[in-house]
């Protein structure tokens, strides 16, 4: 696939290279769905997407201006029912430069029974000297008008496109599987069989990412393909006692 020789990484395999769209039964754009709750657990267990409760994976991210950020993923052992009636599990996103925490969120995600997993919003807060200094980018799906969408489809096929979110004029990223037999390396490891994605956003078209997701370990990889050069590689997945990263916003123990 063209798209792949844009990524300055190990990225093989056939790349998916019969591309077979199923889109029509994900969502997109603004189309509101009707989720039945009985149709989802909290216990996510998407081979490309796994959220056991205790997992801990961290990452070194080096954003576009040459800054070296320090980003920790926890899938906690709490859920959260939304809105929309989905019970979600929580996982909670850390971001520090130096020790200092910039910004702290947690994540809502659910799985239906078909094997879709969903993002059903954020509770997101950036922190200037210690205080949350702004709540911006913050949705639940059934809230204002905000739509749940996929974060990893059930069956990932080059050729699927799909909404993950969308709060008109706040929250409307998009996806697509360019890929789902790659090859990726990162301080981790090496894996085969990894699903290869492209996340855009009509509020900010110049911006775009390519993610690479492992089988048993989730996102490895994600690269800046805007002319940028970010780039977040996962250091290690390991696990943590029951209660980790469930303290307030901002206080991350």
């Known amino acids: 696939m063209a798209a792949l020789a844009l990524l300055p990484v190990a990225c093989g395999g056939d790349g998916g290279s019969v591309a077979a769209p199923a889109s029509s039964s994900l969502p997109q754009?603004?189309?509101p769905v009707d989720l039945d709750p009985d149709r989802f657990t909290a216990d996510v267990d998407s081979p490309w997407f796994p959220l056991r409760p205790g997992t801990r994976w961290t990452y070194r991210e080096l954003d576009a201006e040459g800054e070296v950020l320090d980003v920790v993923v926890i899938a906690t052992s709490t859920t959260r029912r939304l809105?929309?009636?989905?019970?979600?599990?929580?996982v909670r996103d850390t971001v520090r430069q130096g020790g200092v925490?910039?910004?702290d969120t947690f994540d809502w995600y659910a799985q239906d029974d078909?094997?879709?997993v969903w993002y059903l919003g954020e509770d997101t807060a950036e922190l200037e000297d210690g205080r949350i200094a702004s709540?911006?980018?913050?949705f639940e799906a059934g809230v204002d008008g905000a739509q749940p969408g996929i974060v990893m489809p059930a069956e990932p096929r080059a050729g699927q496109r799909y909404r993950q979110e969308f709060l008109e004029g706040k929250a409307e990223d998009q996806g697509a599987v360019l890929g789902a037999d790659e090859l990726v390396e990162a301080p981790a490891g090496r894996y085969d069989h990894a699903v290869l994605t492209r996340d855009t956003n009509p509020l900010e078209p110049e911006v775009s990412e390519y993610k690479l997701y492992a089988p048993d370990v989730g996102l490895v990889l994600t690269l800046d393909a805007s002319?940028?050069?970010g780039r977040e590689e996962l250091l290690a997945?390991?696990?943590v006692p029951a209660g980790t990263g469930t303290g307030a916003l901002g206080s991350p123990s």
Not at 83 to 90: L, T
Request: hydrophobic letters at 25%.
């Open 101 to 103: 925490i910039l910004e």
């Open 114 to 116: 078909d094997g879709n």
């Open 83 to 90: 809105a929309n009636g989905i019970e979600a599990r929580v």
């Open 227 to 229: 002319g940028g050069s």
């Open 237 to 239: 997945v390991d696990r």
């Open 135 to 138: 709540r911006e980018g913050s």
């Open 29 to 31: 754009g603004s189309t």
